[in-house]
């Protein structure tokens, strides 16, 4: 079993800037994809930015140049740095943890809202 949670979120003015991190505990071995997704009531989950394991970075074209996804060398926290962050930004955040065949593991969300 996997358990993710994430921290860092919160209130944050247009053109701050925020980190989140996600710290995986449990069998996490063999890592395949480690990603972030944001949501919004109404909408569909999306996904925001996503790491490999051979560390092939992948970004919403809304986040590119703005976020950046990372991982610590012990490979159970991710990370993700957010700078000159926007209302639209606005979103609860999860993070998952793609184990391949042992399936896809989210954590329960953390809230960021962007406004002055």
């Known amino acids: 079993q996997v358990q993710l949670v994430e921290s860092g979120g919160g209130l944050v003015q247009p053109g701050g800037s925020l980190r989140l991190s996600c710290v995986a505990s449990?069998?996490?071995?063999?890592?395949?994809?480690r990603a972030w997704y944001r949501q919004v009531p109404g909408k569909e989950r999306e996904l925001v930015a996503s790491l490999t394991a051979g560390g092939h970075t992948n970004y919403a074209d809304s986040v590119q140049g703005r976020f950046s996804i990372s991982r610590d060398r012990s490979e159970k926290t991710a990370y993700l740095q957010m700078n000159n962050l926007r209302p639209e930004d606005t979103a609860v955040y999860y993070c998952?943890?793609?184990?391949?065949?042992?399936?896809?593991?989210w954590g329960q969300g953390t809230q960021v809202t962007v406004s002055s």
């Open positions: 449990g069998n996490v071995l063999s890592v395949y994809v």
């Open positions: 998952s943890f793609s184990l391949g065949p042992r399936g896809v593991y």
